[in-house]
């Protein structure tokens, strides 16, 4: 991994310094990562993962592989170890490859500001797609809007954050509302590493009607945006997915619980904190937080 690391440094950008061991767990360390990838040759790194479905949860593409790291010294020889592994994904019976996205990821896409590297992809046959970007925000000065206040207040609701005693009703929450993806993190978080405290719910009594999970500092496996937490600083914050019961969209609950969540964020010591993967600037950006990094998404079919 020191010399996957360095190619990365090489790479990218400081705002995307990674830890080690983080990284390696979630690329070549990981149980989707391909054989036959992850290893550095002619100063190229390029780690492969399958689809997580229907492996680890349901609604990913199972006919869609992923690049889930790439670094390299030469953009040539980059764009050789591409196109190979694009052979490597069609032979293991993915149709198309993406960069990003997999489970565990370090990309929701290709960050927007390396060129270098969205050349290369183009070069190997991959096109360009959506666009989408990680907000943050210092929460040493956060307060909970009025509105979200009444809002909670009108609904006769609490937030709250979960305990070891929520879990059966937040994975029936889950499995009503969010089944895959959202799911099986939030779940890993809280019951397989035994941090339920990291979920705020959003509860009627103490039935969960909301989520929002939240990482810091003393969390085990940290994942999605807090993969950039040595940018963030010491008192780092990371939240998200989020989300509330279909029946109660419209109501302000979930901007309730976001604000809520996030003055709990606070009150614990987060400072500056990252809402990843997302396009709702506008709801965000309303609690304070502003575009950080910018993602494009890339795909390619397998078969040339």
Known sequence: MTEALCLWGLTYSGRFAVDAGDLSWRTSGH???LPGSGAVAEGVWLCLKASASPRLYPGQDPNRGHVSALAFEDSGA??????EGLDLLAIAGFERAVFGMDADHVWPG???????????????????????????RDLGDYRVPDRAARALADSGFIV??????DIGSLDQ??????????????LRKAKDDGEPEGVFGLLDGDRVLGFALTQGPTCRRPIGGAVWRLSL???????????????????????????HTLDGMRAAGARRTIIDWTTLGSLYGA???????????????TSR
């Open 287 to 301: 609690h304070g937080f502003e575009v950080s990094r910018r993602y494009r998404g890339w795909e390619a079919r």
């Open 173 to 186: 929450f889950l499995q009503e509302e969010f089944p895959g993806r959202w799911r099986a993190d939030t």
């Open 31 to 33: 149980p989707l990562a």
């Open 233 to 259: 600083g010491e008192r780092w914050g990371a939240l998200g997915p989020i989300g509330v019961a279909k029946s109660l969209r419209g109501m302000g609950l979930g901007g309730a619980l976001l604000a």
């Open 78 to 83: 980059a764009v050789r170890a591409l196109r």
């Open 110 to 136: 290709c960050p927007i500001d390396h060129p270098n590297v969205e050349a290369v992809l183009a070069e190997a046959g991959f096109e360009p797609g959506g666009e989408w970007f990680d907000l943050e």
């Open 160 to 165: 709250r954050r979960l305990d070891p005693a």
